[in-house]
């Protein structure tokens, strides 16, 4: 369909005339966000910590949050969340070596998540503090659908991976198209819907769920 | 869906006797308002945003061209088949012919309105593909076999009430209870096994990253990335103005997405898309097509509806129009509704079909108050308005009226007096009761409620009056 894509963009022409050059058009998009600042919530009396936390269990995003001081403290940190939650002790594990490796005795566990998977942990890539949201970048050893499948949603997240604003993620991933992975996804609180009055309801397709367990150092 | 703009009056007819559909609006418009109102005043930084959005999106409607073949480039990079479709029927085929060549039996979708737009659904229909909607709203409507009457809620018509039943005819195994949680738990049994079956997913797209040639969809349900994600195929249909410049240009408008349409800093899941499964990846569609559609933008780009294409799709303009709150979505009779629709299907099925919608509006300016990227939705109403007069497209009625009209204001002191006359005339017919139950030819006004008895003179007699003072 060439011949729609040359109309299509002689009829751009013909409407805007001729382009300057790509140097200038590219200084005039940078030039309309120079300050970011002033263009997105600030929050200078609050660490990122202490944002994420606040923004993720709020009543809209509805997480819950645990701590722990090690990545190794992490299984039992699940274990505790599934016994309150009254989930069976069994996990889909995301298939990082960082979370495989670790001592998950008590716990069954496996790879590829269920099309009904009740429980998964995921370790998160990043995590934004303005909006509480968790950041996955998908990759051999982090599927996407690890994310979405199952009904309750684990995610370690580190606490120096949390950045202030998601601007600050996309620069940490990079601008270039080479940089990006095939998935990035901002995920915050779980699956939820309005279609119906407009109420919000927990749980439409994905997890109804989140739970985010916060971890100090990951090494 | 069959456009029925030209039937609007019957159409309103039709709404306003429904009952149910007044409760189903009232249940969601108000909600609507409140949580968005709430939001933004918590954002301190929102004129500044805003003001931004606007810019951005101008900058990128003036160099479009530039920001498109960069798009194509880095899209194909990345992997992806980019596609460029003229018309609705270019598109379509475009869809066609990839679900024939994958054989697909069973198609995905993500609810876009651009699909709907070009006409998806019957489209798949016409293939003999299977079409399943994930969104719970399209999901309701696919099985009540209605159009979509809201571009973001597109079943805000039906109460739960209502859905309930529907439910309960076409589920597999429906919930017993009629309590909203419990619907879309049914919802979420009908169609986990789909998702995981189907041969195609087909997503619009909330963004076109140029500088990345990313895809961008937001939703709450995160149906998207359940829909894309386990078929072989992924196709995106998408306008050609959703392009922004990069990803941090994208953040401006996520924030107030998200704020203008539901009332939330951020929805639930904002996933960018760069091509198909990579090597080692565990899950991802082999193939990614992205199809860049004009149908009638380009026109727009040379028009007084240029500022129409910075458009983000939120539906604030819709939530908070008075004609949009007691009509509802249909009584439009085509895809996009409220004041954003009463400006684009003009644009899109012509002015001629669809001649009542720029006239279905008070004036009252809440839309572009809401806008997020500040469309004069209004003053393109208006703009509408004279270019039927000067098409000869209203009545003879009205244009001799208009013209009449016109006549008079022309002469201010000629005007002055025939309008004291009136007033006159209307306090004498009133008999100082305070209000007028009949009147020559306000038999519209007066059929369902009374004028009230004007006061002593005209406003520039009272002013005039009062300054003497
Ligand atoms: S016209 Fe403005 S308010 Fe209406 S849908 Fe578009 S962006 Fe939203």
Redesign the interface.
């Known amino acids: 369909m060439s011949d729609a894509r040359n109309a299509i963009l002689q009829n751009i022409r013909t409407a805007n005339g001729a382009l300057p050059p790509a140097s200038e058009i590219e200084a005039a998009a940078a030039a309309l966000i120079e300050n970011p600042g002033d263009l997105r919530p600030s929050f200078s009396d609050q660490d990122n910590r202490s944002r994420f936390v606040e923004k993720a269990t709020s009543e809209r995003v509805t997480a819950t949050v645990s701590e722990v001081a090690h990545l190794r403290d992490v299984p039992e940190a699940v274990k505790a969340y599934l016994a309150q939650a009254s989930v069976p002790l069994q996990v889909a594990l995301q298939p990082r070596g960082a979370l495989t490796e670790l001592n998950w005795d008590g716990i069954k566990t496996h790879s590829a998540p269920s099309p009904n998977e009740p429980a998964a942990v995921s370790i998160a890539d990043l995590a934004v503090a303005e909006t509480g949201s968790v950041v996955f970048l998908s990759a051999p050893d982090a599927p996407v659908l690890m994310n979405f499948l199952p009904l309750h949603h684990i995610v370690v997240v580190s606490a120096e991976l949390i950045h202030r604003h998601l601007e600050d993620v996309f620069a940490i991933v990079g601008k270039a198209q080479q940089d990006q992975p095939r998935n990035l996804s901002i995920v915050t609180g779980t699956s939820g819907t309005a279609d119906i009055e407009a109420k919000n309801i927990r749980g439409a397709h994905g997890p109804r769920f989140m739970h985010l367990i916060i971890c100090q150092k990951v090494t | 869906m069959k456009q029925t703009s030209q039937h609007f009056t019957q159409n309103v007819k039709a709404a306003l006797a429904d009952p149910t559909l007044k409760i189903?609006l009232n249940?969601?418009t108000g909600?609507?308002q409140r949580r968005r109102a709430q939001v933004i005043e918590?954002?301190?930084?929102y004129g500044?945003?805003r003001a931004?959005a606007e810019?951005?999106k101008d900058?990128t409607?003036?160099?479009?061209?530039?920001y498109?073949?960069q798009f194509e480039a880095?899209a194909a990079?990345?992997g992806a088949t980019v596609?460029?479709?003229?018309t609705p029927k270019?598109a379509t085929d475009?869809v066609a012919d990839i679900c024939k060549a994958e054989g697909a039996r069973t198609a995905t979708r993500v609810k876009s309105m651009l699909g709907e737009e070009i006409g998806i659904p019957e489209a798949l229909a016409r293939a003999g593909v299977e079409r399943i909607e994930?969104?719970?709203?399209e999901h309701?409507i696919q099985l009540a076999e209605d159009p979509p009457s809201h571009i973001v809620?597109?079943?805000?018509h039906?109460?739960?009430e209502q859905?309930a039943d529907l439910f309960r005819e076409k589920h597999k195994v429906p919930s017993n209870s009629d309590e909203?949680?419990a619907?879309?738990?049914s919802?979420?049994r009908e169609?986990?096994?789909k998702?995981?079956d189907a041969d195609v997913g087909i997503s619009g797209a909330n963004f076109l990253i140029a500088?990345?040639?990313?895809i961008v969809t937001v939703t709450?349900?995160?149906?998207a990335?359940?829909t894309v994600?386990?078929p072989k195929t992924h196709i995106v249909t998408v306008g050609?103005e959703k392009i922004v410049?990069?990803?941090?240009?994208c953040?401006?408008f996520?924030?107030l997405l998200s704020r203008a349409a539901?009332g939330?800093?951020?929805?639930?899941?904002?996933?960018?898309?760069?091509?198909?499964?990579?090597?080692?990846?565990?899950?991802?569609p082999e193939n990614m097509h992205i199809v860049?559609v004009?149908n009638h933008r380009?026109?727009m780009?040379?028009d007084f509806l240029r500022p129409m294409l910075r458009c983000i799709r939120c539906g604030a303009c819709m939530n908070h129009c008075p004609v949009y709150a007691a009509v509802g979505g249909h009584a439009y009779g085509a895809v996009y509704p409220g004041p954003m629709g009463s400006v684009l299907t003009p644009a899109m099925a012509g002015l001629k079909n669809s001649k009542d919608l720029p006239n279905a509006c008070t004036l009252n300016g809440r839309c572009k108050e809401v806008c997020p990227v500040n469309i004069p939705l209004t003053d393109m109403l208006r703009s509408l308005r004279a270019r039927q007069f000067d098409g000869k497209l209203v009545t003879p009625v009205t244009r001799s009226a208009l013209v009449v009209w016109g006549w008079l204001v022309r002469r201010p002191g000629l005007y002055h007096l025939s309008t004291a006359l009136a007033v006159l005339a209307m306090r004498i017919w009133s008999m100082n009761r305070g209000r007028i139950r009949r009147f020559p030819m306000a038999g519209g006004w007066t059929g369902s409620r009374d004028l009230p008895q004007p006061g002593r003179g005209t406003f520039m007699q009272q002013y005039g009056r009062r300054k003497q003072k």
Do not use: C
């Not at chain 2, 809620?153 to 805000?156: D, G, L, R, Y």
């Not at chain 2, 709450?220 to 149906?223: A, H, K, L, R, T």
């Not at chain 2, 410049?245 to 240009?249: A, I, N, R, V, W």
């Not at chain 2, 639930?268 to 090597?279: A, D, I, L, S, W």
């Open positions: 189903a249940r969601t909600l609507l918590e954002f301190a930084e500044a945003a931004a810019k951005i900058h409607l003036d160099n479009l061209g530039h498109l073949e880095n990079a990345a596609h460029w479709a003229r270019e475009i994930t969104d719970l709203a309701i809620m597109p079943a805000m039906k109460t739960h859905v909203i949680a619907l879309v738990e919802a979420r169609l986990r096994p998702f995981l500088d990345t040639g990313s709450n349900e995160g149906n990335e359940l994600t386990p050609i410049p990069s990803m941090e240009h953040a401006v996520l924030r539901i939330a800093e951020i929805t639930q899941y904002t996933t960018f898309y760069n091509g198909p499964k990579r090597t080692g990846d565990a899950d991802g860049l004009d380009t026109e780009l040379s």
